[in-house]
């Protein structure tokens, strides 16, 4: 099988389009076609000069030189009622311009019709490629002989084992499944209470989400695949640099736990509070009044020393969600967070990291990084909520895109 890069095209807009009738402007749209793909953009009426910004996903083939190759012929149609007119075509030869070339690109038409070219417009589609990535056969050609690879052709998912000389082989999984316009990579435990930190980070991306998953009693991924925890970066468009992308792994031991309702109760609160009363009822937190944030100590911070995590009460949209805060210090280089709960159900959960951390009241608190707790069912209390810290040591480290060969 020819090797084939998954494409992502895009339409930006049009320049100086030809008059197609003479009272009225194009009402211009683009047709996109590759190989046996074929689609359209919208229409944008009465204007010479569209802009579409739209992007279409499809297979080419791979060049020697891993980048894309191929023809895209693309059509400049008119909108009419009764039957819309071929005014012009474009074609672009991805094999002819280097990748450098790829984001923005101008092309000229050739017309249909003569008339068109009369009016002395210099017309052009803008275009540009802005990302590729194997496509999922030729990823799972090139991954058939690694040792513990596992497949889902229809949903197009593979996974590969994270080896290590210090980890039991097929401890850790990376996963790499396509969705219609970019793909999500997973990191999957397949014991139960590992005792590790599994993280996935992105270098140099000013914000990254990492959504977790606790599985207690285990989820089947596919046969050969059970797991107890998944770590996910979902929806990484095909223009992402994959060598800044890496997995982490540390030892980890417990150094406390905290019970939520402990840490409130600590500040004066009792009953149900809305962001009013509590600001009166509390005594001993640092508000946000416009994020309608609360920062909370925790009761074990050492007095006259810096704050490693804050509890952080967020009134948003009427609910009211309980985050953990981890501040920008020295101390907590080698700490991990989490936030849990007692339930045995599956958990779901999201991080979000901050480079730089991001400012909070008034610069008194740099968040380095934030988690949270997603789909907590109504009427969970503060007491069902745990709150734990970690030592880290051992970090070992994955780059993804030495193996996943994916561009």
């Known amino acids: 099988m020819q090797p084939e890069l998954l494409l992502q095209f895009s339409v930006i807009r049009g320049l100086q389009l030809p008059k197609t009738e003479l009272t009225s402007k194009i009402d211009a749209y683009v047709k996109v076609k590759a190989g046996t793909f074929s689609a359209k953009t919208r229409t944008r009426d009465d204007e010479d000069n569209p802009v579409w910004d739209e992007s279409f996903f499809f297979t080419v083939p791979m060049s020697a030189s891993k980048s894309p190759a191929g023809i895209i012929t693309l059509e400049l149609w008119d909108s009419n009622t009764l039957k819309d007119t071929h005014v012009g075509t474009a074609r672009l030869d991805l094999s002819a311009l280097q990748p450098s070339q790829l984001g923005y690109i101008e092309l000229p038409l050739a017309w249909e019709k003569e008339k068109y070219g009369k009016q002395g417009r210099q017309s052009r589609l803008v275009v540009g490629v802005p990302g590729w990535i194997a496509s999922f056969g030729t990823l799972m050609s090139a991954l058939h002989q690694v040792p513990g690879a596992l497949f889902n052709t229809v949903s197009r998912h593979a996974y590969v084992p994270l080896p290590h000389p210090s980890l039991p082989h097929g401890l850790l999984y990376l996963g790499c499944e396509y969705e219609a316009d970019a793909v999500d990579f997973k990191v999957f435990v397949t014991q139960p209470n590992a005792p590790l930190f599994v993280d996935l980070a992105m270098a140099g991306r000013q914000h990254t989400k990492v959504r977790r998953r606790v599985h207690r009693d285990g989820f089947q991924v596919l046969p050969g695949l059970t797991v107890f925890e998944e770590i996910k970066l979902d929806d990484v468009p095909l223009s992402t640099d994959l060598r800044q992308l890496m997995v982490l792994a540390f030892d980890k031991a417990l150094l406390w736990t905290l019970n939520a309702d402990q840490i409130v109760s600590s500040h004066g609160w009792r009953g149900a509070l809305g962001f009013a009363e509590a600001c009166r009822a509390l005594h001993s937190v640092d508000v946000d009044y416009k994020e309608q944030e609360i920062f909370m100590s925790l009761p074990n911070d050492v007095p006259g020393v810096p704050p490693e995590a804050m509890l952080l009460v967020d009134y948003d949209r009427n609910d009211v969600d309980i985050k953990l805060a981890v501040l920008s210090a020295p101390s907590a280089m080698d700490k991990g967070y989490d936030i849990t709960l007692h339930s045995g159900q599956p958990i779901k959960k999201t991080s979000e990291i901050f480079l730089p951390p991001k400012s909070k009241i008034e610069g008194r608190y740099q968040v380095a990084r934030i988690y949270e707790l997603d789909d907590v069912a109504y009427g969970t209390s ?25 561009k």
């Open 382 to 406: 503060f007491s069902d909520i745990l709150l734990h810290k970690f030592q880290l040591s051992s970090q070992r480290q994955w780059e993804v895109a030495a193996l996943l060969p994916l």
